[in-house]
């Protein structure tokens, strides 16, 4: 009779202290899925995103892809929610060992979405300066390798020099179509 009186004493800032950060592994291409499913469900959850630019086709398209494909951040109490968790659409399984999921730290979560933006798009700092070595990853000039010398504006276009024929051409090119080298 006392557990009883005891469960209607908790008030939910109690029961938001048994929920935990744990990673889910989706089925490949689920992400957004799960996401969906989870809030739903009122499960708190996180997916850090990032945003590329690809080639396509001649011109530069801008995608949205899972900065950790194939996986999400579930916040939730492993008594109440692990089998909702576990069966929800897309899921493949929550990352532990043999005896059980582990869970991840909540500063982990914290780190991660300090360099998230909006929508939950992940900021990488940029990391070329002036006279790295680099590689054009796509377009007219794949493959060939350059020398980085500035950015050129805040759309993301730079000056690279490429060595052709023996002598250094500049052209200009969007970052995300170059990566460094080592």
Sequence with gaps: MDVGIELVKMNTSDLEDLRIWYVVQTKPGNEDRVQ??????KIENFLPQLGIYEHRQGTMVHRIKPFFPNYLFAKFDLGLHYSK???TRGVNRILGN??????ISGQVI???????GENNLIRLEDELKEGDAIQVTSGPFKDLMGIFQK???SQGRVRI???LIGVDVPVQISKW????VA
């Design 36 to 41: 969906n499913n989870l809030n739903r469900q």
């Design 85 to 87: 968790v576990k069966w």
């Design 98 to 103: 043999g005896s059980g999921p582990i869970p």
């Design 110 to 116: 914290s780190t991660i979405k300090e360099r998230a």
């Design 151 to 153: 950015k050129m504006s």
């Design 161 to 163: 020099l490429l060595s």
């Design 177 to 180: 179509q170059i990566k460094r």
